[in-house]
T-cell receptor, first 116, second 112 residues
Framework: GAVVSQHPSWVICKSGTSVKIECRSLDFQATTMFWYRQFPKQSLMLMATSNEGSKATYEQGVEKDKFLINHASLTLSTLTVTSAHPEDSSFYIC????????????FGEGSWLTVV | KQEVTQIPAALSVPEGENLVLNCSFTDSAIYNLQWFRQDPGKGLTSLLLIQSSQREQTSGRLNASLDKSSGRSTLYIAASQPGDSATYLCAVPGGGADGLTFGKGTHLIIQP
C-alpha cells in the first residue's frame, strides 16, 4: 500500500530555535498534504492544508508565521516550527492524498517534538 | 462546524468478546467516513473507509456501518484479541480542503 514517511520521528530542541519536519509520499504523488497536531490524550487537530505549488491554508487559530509550511514538490511537504516554545511540544502527524479528488488519505508515522 | 464524538472513551474487556465502538457526527453532509487505529506514540493505520453510498464495510474481524442520515457509525470487532488493544479513531471530511475531523477516540484494552 501507499506509504507516507515522516522525519524525524522525534526531536528535542531548545526554546527559541526552529525545527523542520518532513513529510514524504514514497510511492505516489500527493498534490495535497495535511498537517495535524495531537496533544497527549487528545484527538488529532487539523493545522493546515498544504497544496503543491501554492500557499498553505491554515485552520482558524493556527499561526501561519509560526508554523511555516512548504510543499515544493508532489512528494514532499515540510512543516517548520519557528521560535519554538515548550507549549509547542506535541505529536505532529502529516497525511497525504493519493491523486486528485476524494481518494484515500494516508498518514505518516508522526513526529514527536519536545521543546526544552 | 463538524464535530465528531466517540463513545465510550475507554473500554477494557477480556479477550474473545465482541465489541461495538460508536461514532457520531453533527453534519451528515459527508462523502465518506474512516476508522483508524492508533497505537501508543505511533501514527495512524487506516482500518476501514466507508463511502457515503455504502452502509457497511468489512475487513476480517472488523465491520463498520454508516447511517449517514442519523449521523452515526459503529465499528464492530469480533472475537477480540489482545493485539487489538489500541486507540480507535473515527474521522470524517470536515477540515479545510477535505482535511479530516477526528473524534477523541476509544481507548481499547483487551485483557489476555
Amino acid at each position: 500500500g501507499a506509504v507516507v514517511s515522516q522525519h524525524p520521528s522525534w526531536v528535542i530542541c531548545k526554546s527559541g530555535t526552529s525545527v523542520k519536519i518532513e513529510c514524504r509520499s514514497l510511492d505516489f504523488q500527493a498534490t495535497t498534504m495535511f498537517w495535524y497536531r495531537q496533544f497527549p490524550k487528545q484527538s488529532l487537530m487539523l493545522m493546515a492544508t498544504s497544496n503543491e505549488g501554492s500557499k498553505a491554508t491554515y485552520e482558524q487559530g493556527v499561526e501561519k508565521d509560526k508554523f511555516l509550511i512548504n510543499h515544493a514538490s508532489l512528494t514532499l511537504s515540510t512543516l517548520t516550527v519557528t521560535s519554538a516554545h515548550p507549549e509547542d511540544s506535541s505529536f505532529y502527524i502529516c497525511s497525504a492524498r493519493d491523486g486528485i479528488g476524494r481518494n484515500t488519505i494516508y498518514f505518516g508515522e508522526g513526529s514527536w517534538l519536545t521543546v526544552v | 462546524k463538524q464535530e465528531v464524538t466517540q463513545i465510550p472513551a475507554a473500554l477494557s474487556v477480556p479477550e474473545g468478546e465482541n465489541l461495538v465502538l460508536n461514532c457520531s457526527f453533527t453534519d451528515s453532509a459527508i462523502y465518506n467516513l474512516q476508522w483508524f487505529r492508533q497505537d501508543p506514540g505511533k501514527g495512524l493505520t487506516s482500518l476501514l473507509l466507508i463511502q457515503s453510498s455504502q452502509r457497511e464495510q468489512t475487513s476480517g474481524r472488523l465491520n463498520a456501518s454508516l447511517d449517514k442520515s442519523s449521523g452515526r457509525s459503529t465499528l464492530y470487532i469480533a472475537a477480540s484479541q489482545p493485539g487489538d488493544s489500541a486507540t480507535y479513531l473515527c474521522a470524517v471530511p470536515g477540515g479545510g480542503a477535505d482535511g479530516l475531523t477526528f473524534g477523541k477516540g476509544t481507548h481499547l484494552i483487551i485483557q489476555p
